[in-house]
């Protein structure tokens, strides 16, 4: 038996992102409009794995399979689109993560509650501190949302001086790890529950405004992303034909399967119908409950330095030039504190900056709650080797990542609070 169980750990380890060998990442740059819609069909045709769309004034990263890169490649040149190999091999970039994260292990003082946030954790490890401070902290409550396509449960902090019962205190609502892969995320949001549990500064913050708290809004996905595919964006629905997973921030009721990916092997599959996924049931859930008190919305995605609003169909909502001026506010208490190497953020509608895109949680939030409301999308830190960019996570940067992105998220709190 103990042959057997050391057997299956080796091809356990063996089998993690193998299916990734080989594999490179394209930087790609686009002239015009018309070599964006060129690229956009060579993504539907081959599948490929969109890290950034490129634009005009900004590169685009694009994940190629090694038996794809030959005919991509002779696209590109027929189209006359540039393009250059930033990563030749993406897992062995994916195994320097590993290494350089497993050196984290057990650098912050958990015991003390005081650095849980400075290190990449697994979905057990934050559900049991999320118990731990509800615990430990009078005015912090956690609550089970539901479970997952696999059965994990899901769940959320409310944080509250009064226990939620002041109707005329404004709910602040963050969520982040929708999609998988996007694990920096995730430091972030830690971040903002220790500065509201664990290390108070700003007392107005708790004062004058409720929160809600969601990490790990894809349990299945972000654990499936550490065992087996690093890279994997979805939800691990396997009742669909083709291919496994939903892309849940495709999957609300808003604008639902207009602008996302019809077919179950594409990254934004949409699933078969607006909120067929228990995960994105249960952020519906929460939004409704606390709709007429929603002040913020905040869906913490990477990369790219952008903070956007919707909606995804181009159209503005009706309260469009306070939440584009809240935006830049947010983006450049962001750049004063940023690292320099970092470029600065860029605000504006989602479907004019980047690319229209429908079913997404923060258009959701934005119909229901009539409020302010954005997907953040945090900066790819680059290493000095440019080995580790994109959905990579380089530990030097976790801490930085939630530091900068606070000082942002203060800015909307408070012209929420003070405008409620």
Same mark, same amino acid.
């Given at each position: 038996?103990?042959?057997?169980?050391?057997?299956?750990?080796?091809? *356990?380890?063996?089998?993690?992102?193998?299916?990734?060998?080989?594999?490179?990442?394209?930087?790609?740059?686009?002239?015009?409009?018309?070599?964006?819609?060129?690229?956009?069909?060579?993504?539907?045709?081959?599948?490929?794995?969109?890290?950034?769309?490129?634009?005009?004034?900004?590169?685009?990263?694009?994940?190629?399979?090694?038996?794809?890169?030959?005919?991509?490649?002779?696209?590109?040149?027929?189209?006359?689109?540039?393009?250059?190999?930033?990563?030749?091999?993406?897992?062995?970039?994916?195994?320097?993560?590993?290494?350089?994260?497993?050196?984290?292990?057990?650098?912050?003082?958990?015991?003390?509650?005081?650095?849980?946030?400075?290190?990449?954790?697994?979905?057990?490890?934050?559900?049991?501190?999320?118990?731990?401070?509800?615990?430990?902290?009078?005015?912090?409550?956690?609550?089970?949302?539901?479970?997952?396509?696999?059965?994990?449960?899901?769940?959320?902090?409310?944080?509250?001086?009064?226990?939620?019962?002041?109707? *005329?205190?404004?709910?602040?609502?963050?969520?982040?790890?929708?999609?998988?892969?996007?694990?920096?995320?995730?430091?972030?949001?830690?971040?903002?529950?220790?500065?509201?549990?664990?290390?108070?500064?700003?007392?107005?913050?708790?004062?004058?405004?409720?929160?809600?708290?969601?990490?790990?809004?894809?349990?299945?996905?972000?654990?499936?992303?550490?065992?087996?595919?690093?890279?994997?964006?979805?939800?691990?629905?396997?009742?669909?034909?083709?291919?496994?997973?939903?892309?849940?921030?495709?999957?609300?009721?808003?604008?639902?399967?207009?602008?996302?990916?019809?077919?179950?092997?594409?990254?934004?599959?949409?699933?078969?119908?607006?909120?067929?996924?228990?995960?994105?049931?249960?952020?519906?859930?929460?939004?409704?409950?606390?709709?007429?008190?929603?002040?913020?919305?905040?869906?913490?995605?990477?990369?790219?330095?952008?903070?956007?609003?919707?909606?995804?169909?181009?159209?503005?909502?009706?309260?469009?030039?306070?939440?584009?001026?809240?935006?830049?506010?947010?983006?450049?208490?962001?750049?004063?504190?940023?690292?320099?190497?970092?470029?600065?953020?860029?605000?504006?509608?989602?479907?004019?900056?980047?690319?229209?895109?429908?079913?997404?949680?923060?258009?959701?939030?934005?119909?229901?709650?009539?409020?302010?409301?954005?997907?953040?999308?945090?900066?790819?830190?680059?290493?000095?080797?440019?080995?580790?960019?994109?959905?990579?996570?380089?530990?030097?940067?976790?801490?930085?990542?939630?530091?900068?992105?606070?000082?942002?998220?203060?800015?909307?709190?408070?012209?929420?609070?003070?405008?409620?």
């Amino acid at each position: 038996m103990r042959l057997l169980l050391v057997l299956a750990l080796v091809c *356990s380890a063996y089998g993690k992102n193998e299916e990734l060998e080989g594999d490179s990442l394209y930087k790609i740059r686009v002239q015009d409009v018309d070599q964006a819609q060129t690229l956009n069909e060579l993504v539907n045709i081959f599948h490929l794995d969109v890290w950034s769309h490129p634009l005009p004034e900004r590169d685009g990263y694009i994940l190629v399979d090694q038996q794809d890169k030959l005919f991509f490649e002779n696209e590109l040149n027929a189209a006359g689109i540039e393009y250059e190999i930033e990563i030749n091999n993406i897992k062995e970039s994916i195994d320097l993560e590993e290494q350089l994260l497993s050196k984290t292990v057990g650098r912050s003082n958990v015991s003390s509650f005081g650095g849980f946030f400075e290190e990449v954790r697994r979905y057990d490890e934050v559900d049991r501190y999320l118990v731990d401070l509800a615990n430990r902290y009078d005015h912090v409550e956690v609550v089970s949302g539901g479970r997952s396509f696999e059965g994990r449960d899901i769940k959320y902090l409310k944080i509250s001086t009064t226990n939620f019962q002041d109707q *005329s205190k404004p709910v602040v609502m963050i969520e982040s790890l929708i999609h998988a892969r996007e694990w920096i995320t995730l430091p972030v949001t830690l971040y903002a529950i220790h500065k509201l549990v664990e290390d108070i500064t700003d007392q107005d913050l708790i004062r004058d405004v409720d929160w809600i708290i969601l990490p790990i809004a894809n349990p299945d996905g972000y654990e499936y992303s550490h065992t087996t595919n690093r890279i994997w964006r979805k939800n691990r629905a396997t009742d669909y034909v083709g291919c496994d997973g939903v892309d849940l921030n495709r999957n609300f009721d808003a604008s639902w399967g207009i602008a996302s990916g019809w077919f179950s092997c594409l990254d934004t599959f949409h699933g078969r119908s607006a909120f067929s996924e228990p995960e994105t049931q249960i952020i519906r859930d929460i939004l409704s409950e606390h709709r007429h008190r929603l002040g913020l919305f905040l869906d913490i995605h990477s990369f790219g330095s952008y903070i956007l609003y919707g909606y995804g169909t181009g159209q503005l909502p009706p309260n469009g030039l306070i939440i584009h001026l809240v935006g830049v506010s947010m983006a450049n208490a962001i750049d004063r504190v940023k690292w320099e190497a970092n470029r600065n953020y860029l605000v504006g509608n989602i479907a004019s900056v980047l690319y229209p895109a429908t079913g997404g949680a923060s258009d959701y939030a934005q119909i229901v709650g009539n409020s302010l409301s954005y997907t953040y999308e945090l900066p790819a830190y680059r290493n000095q080797v440019n080995t580790m960019l994109g959905f990579l996570v380089d530990p030097e940067f976790i801490e930085q990542a939630g530091y900068e992105t606070w000082e942002g998220i203060k800015v909307a709190v408070r012209y929420v609070a003070q405008n409620f």
